[in-house]
């Protein structure tokens, strides 16, 4: 089973500033990843699939980077709505899809 | 649009037996991969089991294999978590999803979550 790891677990951010997430696998998944943004009570949003792509929808101040085992997450200036749990998703190996234990983001 | 409703939530004791439902619409069951994944209170998300487009591959998380089972019935464009021998720590709220495209991994589409809670 490929284990997920994010970090930080929360990060404190001024609103307008930039917010650097990670991600990182324990094998290669090449660039089988996604990332998905929750809030409170609401289900998962894909932001960013195939490492680096954006979903449909998804402002360009969200961007992904990495690949192999070290991926990034990148909020260039984080907007109130903004403020979420982030999560990572590797399906590289399917078929055991397996998440990250979530990034917090929060307001400094 | 993709739209999925998930039911069948509830409280159940510890041994017994539950099935979820997931109703969609604006799409062909029969054309995409369908997950459950859960997410038990306070706690991150859980990837449990996937069906694949054509019915003919199911999956399963450690966790949850040779007590869930995943299915679909097309006519009624309904997927299904049989979910049996529950324990408490399968207390999580569930959601369906899709994947993006046929042949996509990721997914793009969830339903809004339909809570489970056992216990005594």
């Known amino acids: 089973e490929v284990v997920m790891t994010q970090s930080p677990v929360t990060l404190s951010v001024s609103p307008g500033e930039g917010a650097t997430l990670s991600c990182r696998a324990s094998?290669?998944?090449?660039?089988?990843l996604a990332w998905y943004q929750q809030k409170p009570g609401q289900a998962p949003r894909l932001l960013i699939y195939?490492?680096?792509a954006r979903a449909t929808g998804i402002p360009a101040r969200f961007s992904g980077s990495g690949s192999g085992t070290e991926f990034t997450l990148t909020i260039s200036s984080l907007q109130s709505e903004d403020f979420a749990v982030y999560y990572c998703?590797?399906?590289?190996?399917?078929?055991?899809?397996?998440f990250g234990q979530g990034t917090k983001v929060e307001i400094k | 649009q993709v739209q999925l409703v998930e039911s069948g939530g509830g409280v159940v004791q510890p041994g017994r037996s539950l099935r979820l439902s997931c109703t969609a619409s604006?799409?062909?069951?029969?054309?995409?991969?369908l997950h459950w994944v859960r997410q038990a209170p306070g706690k991150g998300l859980e990837w449990v089991a996937v069906l694949s487009y054509d019915g003919s591959n199911k999956y399963y998380a450690d966790s949850v294999k040779d007590r869930f089972t995943i299915s679909r019935d097309s006519s009624k464009k309904t997927l299904y978590l049989q979910m049996n021998s529950l324990r408490a720590e399968d207390t999580a709220v569930y959601y369906c999803?899709?994947?993006?495209?046929?042949?996509?991994?990721?997914?793009?589409?969830w339903g809004q979550g339909t809570l489970v809670t056992v216990s005594s």
């Open positions: 998703q590797q399906y590289n190996n399917w078929p055991l899809w397996t």
């Open positions: 999803a899709r994947v993006n495209g046929t042949y996509s991994l990721y997914l793009a589409y």
């Open positions: 094998q290669s998944i090449r660039n089988g």
């Open positions: 604006g799409f062909t069951l029969s054309d995409y991969s």
């Open positions: 195939d490492a680096s």
